[in-house]
């Protein structure tokens, strides 16, 4: 018999709803809950690379998933100028009728992953989180701020950078760190060239274009802003122009196209890691509430998504609650790890303007490090 058979999951984000499908397609009931009242998503797109869409196929969703996305296979590094220093090519870890990486639109992604879940049965409330958490013998019983009450064999967090449930498991001891750096990013109509990942080496920050459909790309670059300034809402075109300043050929002449401040998406960096195991008794973490990156690998949510298949896989494969959230925590955490340190390692070399640093070399680190079996 199986030892979980009920979770709550606490948060409707890329990880969340996919810990929600991975726990319904092993037959556990799932309640989901979302703080936010509108369950939307913002409008730029995210790069999966491959161990990401080998996920997605163990999740059961990737032809829905390919459907709504850009399939490519290399990723290219390049000077700022726009000349090629390496192409790396893609693994088909799906299966070789499966591409290597895909871009896609967040709001894509989300309709993908939400509808997926709904369909599979879990219940989701919306503006609702938790109020308390007690663990009572072999359960958690769970206070909702609406004054709802529920009783669960395991409660999984997933709610973030800022996780109120990590809060609950380690009150203060991890606060997420602003890592000096931030990221810009805007939508344009997909350039014909840029049927792959094309990432550009500038002196102070990363710039890159990603394809996210056949109509549509995005782009993105990396900027050193020390004192995490608060940025005016009407400047933010004018400020996205001035970091890509020195970028020429392609990124140069987009530049020039980036007008409408309303579409630029501005973010600053902040990073955490839980440096022990990410559950007390049957209260779980998942994603970006233990182990928050930088983009600088591209990895942040595919981290997210492979805690969740990893998590359904264990739940399944007996033992207590305690033995699956061992194993879960030995395949996770030093696979995390390296993609939260290395990720942040990126961004201080660029910070440091360090010119010596093997930037295609992590890259290619990553690709062998991701593609291992979990
Ligand atoms: C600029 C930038 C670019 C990135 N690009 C990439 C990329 O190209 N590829 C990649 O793999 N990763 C990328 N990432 C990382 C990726 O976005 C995150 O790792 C991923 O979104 C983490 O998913 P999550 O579900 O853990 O957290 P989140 O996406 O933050 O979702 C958490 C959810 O929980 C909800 N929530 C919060 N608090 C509560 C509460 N108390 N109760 C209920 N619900 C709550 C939130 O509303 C949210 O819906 C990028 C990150 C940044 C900042």
């Known amino acids: 018999m199986k030892a979980v058979k009920k979770v709550l999951i606490v948060g409707g984000g890329i990880g969340g709803l ?79 009728e499966y591409p ?35 663990q009572v013998g072999e359960g958690v019983d769970v206070l909702f701020t609406d004054g709802s009450r529920g009783c669960y064999d395991l409660v999984v967090g997933a709610d973030g950078l800022y996780s109120q449930i990590r809060g609950l498991l380690f009150r203060e001891q991890y606060r997420p760190r602003f890592t000096g750096q931030s990221v810009w990013r805007y939508n344009f109509p997909r350039a014909a060239g840029i049927d792959h990942l094309a990432t550009f080496q500038g002196p102070a920050g990363n710039a890159g274009l990603v394809p996210l459909g056949r109509d549509q790309m995005y782009m993105f670059v990396t900027s050193h802003e020390p004192a995490n300034p608060r940025m005016d809402a009407a400047t933010l075109a004018t400020q996205m122009r001035q970091r890509l300043s020195g970028f020429t050929g392609l990124i140069g002449e987009l530049r020039e196209q980036i007008r409408d401040s309303d579409r630029v998406v501005y973010k600053p960096l902040e990073v955490v890691f839980v440096r022990e195991p990410w559950y007390r008794g049957r209260v779980v973490l998942i994603g970006d509430a233990v182990h928050a990156t930088t983009p600088h690998l591209g990895q942040g949510a595919g981290m997210a998504i492979e805690d969740a298949v990893v998590l359904g896989e264990e739940l399944v494969a007996g033992g207590s609650v305690e033995q699956q959230l061992e194993r879960f925590m030995a395949r996770r955490y030093e696979r995390c790890k390296f993609i939260s340190e290395s990720s942040v390692l990126a961004g201080d070399k660029e910070m440091a303007h360090d010119s010596r640093f093997d930037r295609i070399g992590l890259v290619r680190r990553m690709l062998e490090v991701t593609a291992e079996p979990i």
Not at 43 to 71: C, F, H, P, T, W
Not at 104 to 118: F, G, K, N, P
């Open 18 to 96: 996919c810990a929600a499908i991975a726990l319904r397609r092993q037959d556990i009931d799932v309640d989901l809950v979302e703080l936010k009242t509108q369950w939307t998503v913002y409008g730029v797109g995210i790069i999966q690379q491959s161990n990401v869409v080998r996920e997605m196929a163990k999740l059961g969703v990737l032809d829905g998933y390919l459907d709504a996305a850009y399939a490519f296979e290399d990723v290219t590094i390049n000077t700022m100028a726009g000349e090629q220093l390496a192409r790396i090519p893609g693994q088909r870890l799906a299966g070789p």
């Open 100 to 134: 290597a990486n895909v871009g896609i639109s967040r709001l894509a992604l989300h309709q993908v992953l939400s509808e997926t879940t709904i369909a599979l049965g879990a219940s989701i409330r919306l503006g609702l989180s938790v109020q308390t958490l007690e």
